[in-house]
Nanobody, 121 residues
Framework: QVQLVESGGGLVQAGESLRLSCVAS????????MHWYRQAPGTQRDLVAG???????NYADSVKGRFTISRDNAQNTMYLQMNSLKPEDTAVYYC???????????????WGQGTQVTVSF
């Protein structure tokens, strides 16, 4: 029973900032990679940013220089600091994590329910 819960979404104007959080809870043994995805209406779900257990990060070209992904391994929490937001960033943002629930078990994909980010002109 593992759960990922996103928070921090909302309605902002272009140029403003938001900070998203994702908290993993339940029977967690370890978390490998963690990622933020987003999906706008009528589009596929795309990778926004990812971070490995050791801190290695990667970003979509569209958010480089504006977004920063981070994680707190002790709290099983991941963050996405979004600055200089643009209307094109409007989407539902989803938390994803590779999680094992016991020693020796595989890491499996878990997803949160998503949090809405809306950026007005």
């Amino acid at each position: 029973q593992v759960q990922l819960v996103e928070s921090g979404g909302g309605l902002v104007q272009a140029g403003e900032s938001l900070r998203l959080s994702c908290v993993a809870s339940g029977s967690i043994f370890s978390i490998r990679g963690m990622h933020w995805y987003r999906q706008a209406p009528g589009t596929q779900r795309d990778l926004v940013a990812g971070i490995g257990s050791g801190g290695l990060t990667n970003y979509a070209d569209s958010v480089k220089g504006r977004f920063t992904i981070s994680r707190d391994n002790a709290q099983n929490t991941m963050y996405l600091q979004m600055n200089s937001l643009k209307p094109e960033d409007t989407a539902v943002y989803y938390c994803h994590a590779e999680i094992s629930t016991a020693w020796g078990q595989n890491h499996y994909d878990y997803w949160g329910q998503g949090t809405q980010v809306t950026v007005s002109f």
